[in-house]
């Protein structure tokens, strides 16, 4: 038995880190792009962005390992299975249920892992990463105006932009909410970006367009002003302040500590709660993933590897949908998280006993 559990754990560990390295990378292709953009256009340090590429790695661990998990074992049984391994197994007298205690140890050795992952690394990483962007934007402020979408990193400024070429810039708005009246707007068809030499500011001149002015008989209202150019200032140079931790750069004992103190100052504190319980659920959902992976590659019999790898990434988006639902579910304060931020584990881990039930019997 001792050789069999030592076969099944070499059969599963190479596939699972040959997933996990795949998933990864397919992962960090998605902001590879952004962050090329960045260094060729913006005109950012390689090891600036190649610190926050780094950073990345952690956070998107936390989802490659759980499925890592569960292809490498559908992958390894779905061989033994269709080589006829696992009816050689119960004809020598072996009961399927001892197969599973390498599998179980497999899991909580990655549940653990990932406990770990979700205490101490991933918050790090994401903090630290929201630190390093947003030093880019001191450092680089013509590195935070991109095209679609709306900017927020200049103070008491909202600004969109169309499209940006070069330093050209076609369709801006720029929002200027007031403290004691209405926002005022600012839209131009065209405009121009310096960033200013040693400091971090960028002049910006915009062309063609109108600004609201306010009267001066009465402030809180604006009338409209033609322009043919208009000329202002964006500074970062306040925006320079500590960055504050999110729910995803706390680690358990902060999250406790932060809900604790909110509360009796009795605000709100439904989003810490509900990352505290995402964290806890999400970091034993590896071992739930190969007890379910088990029954499905014996039961299914399937060869095909693409097929192994289609069935795997099925049950993980089920089960990430889930956990999507009952995130929401939880936020908006319709079930308290400590319930319902263990339902997909739950539903998953029932899944696994009956399938596992049937398999095994």
Not at 219 to 243: G, H, V
Request: with cysteine.
């Amino acid at each position: 038995m001792r050789i069999i559990r030592s076969y099944i754990l070499r059969e599963c560990i190479i596939p699972f880190f040959m997933a996990l390295v795949v998933l990864t990378c397919v992962f960090l292709l998605g902001n590879l792009i952004q962050l090329t953009n960045l260094v060729i256009n913006k005109g950012v340090s390689l090891t600036t962005v190649g610190r926050a590429f780094l950073l990345m790695i952690p956070v998107f661990l936390g989802y490659t390992i759980p499925i890592a998990c569960l292809i490498s074992v559908i992958t390894a049984f779905s061989r033994f299975s269709a080589d006829n391994e696992i009816i050689a197994l119960r004809a020598s007298g072996i009961h399927l249920g001892r197969l599973l205690i390498p599998l179980i140890i497999l899991g909580f050795i990655a549940s653990l892992f990932l406990v770990v992952l979700n205490e101490r690394i991933i918050p790090y990483a994401h903090h630290e990463q929201r630190r390093v962007l947003k030093n880019l934007g001191a450092e680089n402020p013509t590195a935070m105006l991109e095209a679609g979408m709306f900017i927020h990193a200049f103070e008491n400024q909202i600004i969109f932009i169309h499209k940006i070429n070069g330093n050209q810039m076609y369709n801006i708005t720029i929002y200027q909410p007031q403290p004691d009246g209405p926002t005022r707007t600012i839209i131009a068809k065209r405009g121009e970006f310096t960033p200013v030499p040693g400091g971090n500011q960028i002049k910006l001149k915009l062309i063609d367009g109108t600004s609201d002015e306010p009267n001066l008989e009465n402030p809180e209202n604006f009338y409209k002003l033609n322009f043919k150019n208009y000329f202002m200032t964006l500074d970062l140079s306040k925006n320079k302040k500590k960055i504050e931790k999110k729910p995803q750069s706390m680690t358990f004992k902060e999250l406790k500590t932060e809900t604790a103190k909110l509360e009796r100052l009795f605000v709100d504190t439904i989003h810490l709660r509900t990352e505290y319980f995402r964290k806890i659920t999400w970091s034993f959902s590896p071992l739930i993933f190969i007890l379910i992976g088990f029954p499905l590659a014996v039961i299914t019999n399937r060869r095909e590897r693409s097929a192994n790898i289609v069935l795997a990434i099925l049950c993980f988006a089920f089960y990430y949908l889930i956990s999507i639902g009952c995130e929401a579910l939880s936020k908006k304060g319709i079930l308290p998280p400590a319930l319902i931020m263990w339902a997909p584990n739950m539903i998953a881990a029932t899944s696994a006993l009956i399938l596992n039930y049937k398999c095994v019997f």
